[in-house]
């Protein structure tokens, strides 16, 4: 038998209320040992849906008011019997019912333990469960939007119907070669080759469309890079909605990497300001301007910022020259002055343009149009389902190689035997994906990286 698990599902800190988890074959006797109905009704009698309002007690004494909902196996988040108990929100009161559900025969629940749960018990598929999460930690609504339609099972369908397409093909492969008295149609080897073709093509496109989700979710490491008094200071403040760096019209202001996240639209940016690019003799600032350099060749994304009431300066060229293999949008500024920068020179080295005021708030739009562009999130429908985790991406490209495989050994003569062995791996990869053939290990890595009440 299963133990009894409970743990706080609510964020810990104050809120208006706090909600306790418990889990398992003994949950209802479990809560009904804490929770006293203001009309005396048992917890252990109440069907699945009802609520009740009472007080929690730990002997005797009186700890908090509370909601109980009652959920029967196996109509519940994990498909066991489940009580969650609403009572106040804080950290004390929380802990405080927590520590008697415990003392009444609860085990403390290991991260990701719930949904670990539900996925065991079939209510869940791997991809759906790991959608939780992505759920939780989404920083905007694509993103959500994505992690939503993963956990409704848009991307188990995607994987679905190739690994059925795979299974048919592999039946008819296997029985035309085990039956031959039989009247089995005979392979086409043509038919063949274009069916594996689509089943590549359509993993093909759930692998290319990974970069971009990963970004969507976990943001990209963006440098504001330029010479003194471009404005990016002022961007960087912009685009964080407060001062997070000092902006004077003096040269050299900022001398080391400022650091901040943003939602530029739908996209995270890890936002680093960094010191204008220039020849100086102050050792200081020199340090910073070497980080600055370090910097945009590090990162996954510079917006390299020019100053449109300015005509281009050395140090304006020796940045358009360290972009040349970089991943970069051209940020023209002080695009409310008269305009004296040619533009039509960085144009030829950037391709990505956005013409901005950031001191009057103008142009914002325009910038998360052109970052959307550069990382790929312009082109990503997020409710069709795409692949979410490392462990995914894995499984995807370890079954696209086996396909590619086939199609080779298919063209090359190889016996039919032989491409059906090739087409099961694919098969066992793509089962892997969506957890109806992964190892416990597989399993117990997934869901570590859950938090504890969820």
């Known amino acids: 038998m299963e133990k009894t698990i409970a743990a706080i599902s609510t964020a810990n800190g104050q809120g208006g209320i706090g909600v306790i988890r418990i889990s398992g074959e003994n949950a209802l006797s479990v809560a009904e040992s804490v929770f006293q109905s203001i009309n005396n009704k048992k917890l252990t009698e109440m069907k699945g849906y009802t609520a009740a309002y009472g007080k929690i007690v730990d002997d005797d004494e009186i700890i908090d008011e509370a909601v109980a909902l009652v959920f029967r196996t196996p109509h519940s988040y994990t498909g066991e019997d489940v009580v969650e108990l609403s009572c106040h ?21 290991e991260a990701g333990e719930f949904t670990k749960r539900a996925f065991l018990n079939g ?33 188990r369908q995607r994987i679905d119907s190739v690994r059925d397409s795979l299974v048919n093909t592999a039946a008819h492969l296997s ?15 043509d038919h063949l080759s274009s069916s594996l073709t689509e089943c590549r093509s359509e993993l093909r496109s759930l692998l ?44 050299g202001t900022t001398r080391d990497v400022i650091e901040e996240t943003v939602i530029l639209g739908d996209i995270p ?27 945009i060749l590090k990162a996954g994304l510079v917006l390299a910022v020019f100053d449109s009431s300015r005509p281009l300066s050395e140090d304006d060229r020796e940045l358009i020259e360290l972009l040349t293999d970089a991943p970069a949008i051209a940020v023209i500024n002080k695009t409310d002055l008269p305009q004296q920068l040619d533009t039509e ?4 080295r950037i391709k990505h343009l956005a013409f901005i005021s950031a001191l009057e708030g103008i142009g914002a739009y325009e910038l998360e149009k052109q970052v959307s562009e550069i990382v790929g999130t312009s082109k990503l429908d997020a409710s069709q389902g795409i692949l979410a985790t490392e462990r995914q991406r894995c499984a995807a490209e370890s079954a696209l190689r086996s396909i590619d495989e086939a199609i080779s050994a298919l063209r090359s003569g190889i016996t039919l035997d032989a491409v059906t062995v090739i087409i099961e ?26 938090c504890v009440g969820k």
């Not at 004390?92 to 629940?109: D, E, F, M």
């Not at 869940?124 to 339609?149: F, P």
């Open 345 to 348: 020179y960085i144009r030829s």
């Open 425 to 450: 791996d694919a098969i066992n990869s793509l089962l892997e994906l969506t957890g109806e053939r992964v190892t416990e290990a597989v399993v117990d890595k997934v869901f570590s990286h859950f």
């Open 89 to 109: 929100g804080g950290l004390y009161v929380t802990k405080r019912v927590l520590r008697a559900v415990l003392k009444n025969g609860a085990a403390p629940a």
């Open 269 to 295: 940016l890890r936002l680093s300001d960094t010191a204008g690019i220039r020849a100086t003799d102050d050792p200081v600032e020199k340090i910073g301007v070497e980080k600055a350099r370090d910097r």
């Open 123 to 155: 209510k869940l598929g791997l991809t759906e469960a790991e959608a939780v999460m992505d759920i939780i930690s989404a920083k905007g609504a694509q993103s959500a939007r994505a992690a939503l339609s993963c956990k409704e099972g848009k991307l």
């Open 208 to 251: 290319d469309s990974y970069d971009a989700g990963k970004i969507m979710r976990e943001g990209v490491d963006t440098v504001i890079a330029g010479r003194p008094n471009v404005g990016k200071s002022t961007i960087m403040n912009l685009l964080s909605g407060c001062e997070r760096s000092i902006v004077t019209s003096v040269p």
């Open 175 to 189: 029985a035309w070669a085990d039956y031959p008295e039989e009247d089995i149609p005979e392979v086409d080897n």
